[in-house]
């Protein structure tokens, strides 16, 4: 069984640029969150995905949007990247939307300058 | 009503030691209390939770106590070792209180054991 792996594990973008973050949910897993976590703080939910159809949104923008694949792997795009979008970006893969348990990739670390 | 609100900032215990964590939280919609531990460069890896139907739970030299009336819960590390170094976040999340899944995270606490 392979755990939830992410990519690119660096990026860096200047503002105003696009990007896309990657990422493979833990086998068998068919719903995923992307959390951002800025430098020493904790990780704010961004989205959630189940089955391919966005289920539930945190205080994000439009500009932060995601995909959820068929085989449950998923993106997350920013467009129009701010300085404060430099962060730490998570996903996080569960078993089921009714199971609380979440595990979490290694993260994309996106720098902005 | 969304926040989780976590003490202290940073923690430093002696190896042998033990390490004590605290979060409180006002939505009594929770129902599902994480902690999960991070190293630095990685993601956090969960490390117990527990359910509002028990007062604590323990695996290992990690137990969790659980107040629902105070709605406040703690984590303890027995016998802190220097590789138990690393910022601790505790979380919640409910049906009620805004979906399954969707992690209210604390600020975390970082914790130096020395040796």
């Known amino acids: 069984e392979t755990g939830v792996t992410q990519s690119p594990t660096h990026l860096i973008k200047t503002r105003g640029q696009q990007v896309t973050l990657r990422c493979s949910s833990q086998s068998g897993h068919n719903t995923v969150s992307w959390y951002q976590q800025a430098l020493g703080q904790g990780p704010q939910f961004i989205f959630q995905y189940y089955r391919e159809e966005e289920n539930g949104r945190g205080n994000f923008p439009p500009r932060f949007s995601g995909l959820q694949f068929p085989n449950y792997s998923s993106e997350l795009n920013v467009n129009a990247l701010e300085l404060d979008d430099s962060a730490l970006y998570l996903c996080?893969?569960?078993?089921?939307?009714?199971?609380?348990?979440?595990?979490f990739g290694p993260g994309t670390r996106l720098t902005v300058t | 009503q969304q926040q989780v609100k976590q003490s202290p900032q940073s923690l430093i215990v002696q190896k042998g030691g033990i390490s004590i964590i605290n979060c409180a939280y006002e939505n009594t919609a929770f129902d599902y209390f994480p902690w999960y531990q991070q190293f630095p460069g990685k993601g956090p890896a969960l490390l117990i939770a527990i359910r509002p139907d028990v007062s604590e739970k323990k695996e290992g030299r990690f137990t969790i106590s659980f107040n629902k009336s105070a709605k406040q819960f703690s984590l303890h590390i027995m016998d802190s070792q220097p590789g138990d170094s690393a910022t601790y976040f505790c979380a919640a999340s409910g049906q009620g209180a805004g979906g399954y899944n969707k992690l209210i995270f604390g600020a975390g606490t970082r914790l130096a054991v020395h040796p």
């Open positions: 996080a893969s569960s078993f089921d939307l009714f199971m609380d348990e979440q595990y």
